[in-house]
């Protein structure tokens, strides 16, 4: 049995500005947060079947961040603190106090930083998260793409109208070839005011001397109860983060998912759901 989860939009004020912001809710009990990741993403992206499977014990809220989904898509800076900003605004504007925080790669790196700011979390749930190292193997490269204008233009001017440049930009993220369902998800809500928001995250994230994101040497602050998932085949940020990030969380739990890339709630959601509904 799942729950039913439905629409709803709320106006923020972010960095000064008025946004309109779509998400998805749902169930009954304690409050959970879901924060999806940068770019081809959004909340019925990531969370489609975690929704409903949690909302069964849980008060369940998963925002389209500006710029993705059915959200604002503003002509602005999309920074990590304006995405912090986003999320503390959200939480207030709905008066969600101290919930458990899932969040999916860069939407990882947003819980991160939202608890090492000191807001009140129950715990957190990180997959395959961002803001847990360094570096990564191709962000040398990436990097002289995304800071020339052209170069990055010409790499994603296709992706926002194509749903064959959409399958080849998840194939590149997954283990296995996306479902037809996934790349329909996606193409729905990706446009160019998304492919917009992307290019300028990762203009200001991916700098020539590493990311500009990196909660490694503050994991061991975090002080509430850390579930750690990662995709073992993820091609875009190493297992090795998590494992790590696992010995330095005093109360932390690693689960590492086989034959998995990038986005374990929509590659094996049975035991994503499974997995998170225990730890919850």
């Known amino acids: 049995m799942t729950s039913e989860i439905a629409s709803d939009r709320v106006e923020l004020t972010v960095d000064g500005d008025d946004v309109d912001i779509h998400y998805r809710t749902g169930g009954d009990g304690p409050p959970m947060v879901f924060l999806h990741g940068i770019g081809l993403d959004a909340a019925t992206v990531s969370w489609r079947y975690a929704l409903p499977a949690l909302a069964e014990e849980r008060t369940v809220y998963a925002p389209d961040l500006p710029g993705h989904g059915r959200s604002d898509k503003p002509d602005c800076d999309y920074t990590t603190e304006y995405y912090l900003e986003t999320v503390e605004a959200f939480l207030d504007a709905l008066d969600i106090d ?20 000191g807001r009140a979390v129950e715990r957190l749930v990180l997959v395959d998260s961002y803001g847990l190292g360094a570096d990564a193997y191709w962000r040398t490269a990436a990097n002289g793409i995304f800071q020339t204008p052209v170069l990055g233009d010409m790499l994603w001017q296709g992706v926002s109208v194509s749903k064959p440049a959409i399958r080849t930009g998840l194939r590149g993220m997954g283990a296995v070839e996306p479902s037809q369902e996934l790349v329909d998800d996606v193409s729905a809500v990706v446009d160019r005011g998304t492919v917009r928001a992307m290019r300028r995250w990762q203009r200001s994230e991916f700098r020539e001397s590493g990311f500009r994101t990196n909660y490694a040497d503050r994991l061991a602050e975090i002080d509430v109860p850390t579930l750690l998932i990662h995709g073992k085949e993820d091609p875009l940020l190493p297992e090795s983060w998590s494992e790590r990030a696992a010995t330095l969380i005093e109360d932390s739990r690693l689960e590492i998912f086989e034959n998995c890339g990038h986005c374990p709630p929509r590659e094996q959601p049975e035991r994503f759901n499974r997995v998170v509904r225990a730890f919850c």
């Open 98 to 117: 101290e919930p458990a925080m899932t969040g999916l790669s860069m939407g990882g790196a947003i819980a991160l930083g939202h608890t090492l700011d």
